[in-house]
T-cell receptor, first 113, second 112 residues
Framework: DGGITQSPKYLFRKEGQNVTLSCEQN?????MYWYRQDPGQGLRLIYY???????QKGDIAEGYSVSREKKESFPLTVTSAQKNPTAFYLC????????????FGPGTRLTVL | AQSVTQPDIHITVSEGASLELRCNYS??????LFWYVQSPGQGLQLLLK??????LVQGIKGFEAEFKRSQSSFNLRKPSVHWSDAAEYFC??????????FGAGTRLFVKA
């Protein structure tokens, strides 16, 4: 079955540690996205990538980094510079072109202690 | 600036009653509009989308939405709500620059 996976489902880290969230898709989509979701704030775009080896900052990129070395993979690193990293993180992918729906993974809930 | 507003943070309806979730958008050109649904702790799933043509769009799970350009609205409706419809619903607009703007969401509660 084609789809998008995120791991782990739950992640706990101590303050000051970097952590990497995994996102993999087998839908052959060129575009991939990372969102942060906080209660009452909807989805906020962190980073997006249209093609391999290229990515752009979204609205809240500070304290985050990404890579896109393979079409299928778009990992997100939450660095110690992110002041409030505890949140629900969603990865999505889509075909190129305007108006294409995004397909979402199940999300990773990150808790920083 | 482009934006999406969902005026209702949460709505409670009785099972079997009709439902309407409101969405207003701000976008200069012809919008590409979406409604997504999210169950607790899960990702989002597309319910329906509007690009052009008929202003009434049918989606999955018995949902429909009506695009009204004059009111900049794209309200989601369902004639009869089931307990399994309890979830959070997001309206979204495609801005054309590989970015989609999402509303803050409306949480639907269904009472027996």
């Amino acid at each position: 079955d084609g789809g998008i996976t995120q791991s782990p489902k739950y992640l706990f880290r101590k303050e000051g540690q970097n952590v990497t969230l995994s996102c993999e898709q087998n839908l052959n989509h060129d575009a991939m996205y990372w969102y942060r979701q906080d209660p009452g704030q909807g989805l906020r775009l962190i980073y997006y990538s249209q093609i391999v080896n290229d990515f752009q900052k979204g609205d809240i990129a500070e304290g985050y980094s990404v890579s896109r070395e393979k079409k299928e993979s778009f990992p997100l690193t939450v660095t110690s510079a992110q002041k409030n990293p505890t949140a629900f993180y969603l990865c999505a992918s889509a075909r190129q072109g305007r108006g294409n729906e995004q397909f979402f993974g199940p999300g990773t809930r990150l808790t920083v202690l | 600036a482009q934006s999406v507003t969902q005026p209702d943070i949460h709505i409670t309806v009785s099972e079997g009653a009709s439902l309407e979730l409101r969405c207003n958008y701000s976008y200069g050109a012809t919008p590409y509009l979406f409604w997504y649904v999210q169950s607790p702790g899960q990702g989002l799933q597309l319910l329906l989308k509007y690009f052009s043509g008929d202003t009434l769009v049918q989606g999955i799970k018995g949902f429909e939405a009506e695009f009204k350009r004059s009111q900049s609205s794209f309200n989601l409706r369902k004639p009869s709500v089931h307990w399994s419809d309890a979830a959070e619903y997001f309206c979204a607009v495609d801005t054309g620059g590989f970015k989609t703007i999402f509303g803050a969401g409306t949480r639907l509660f269904v009472k027996a």
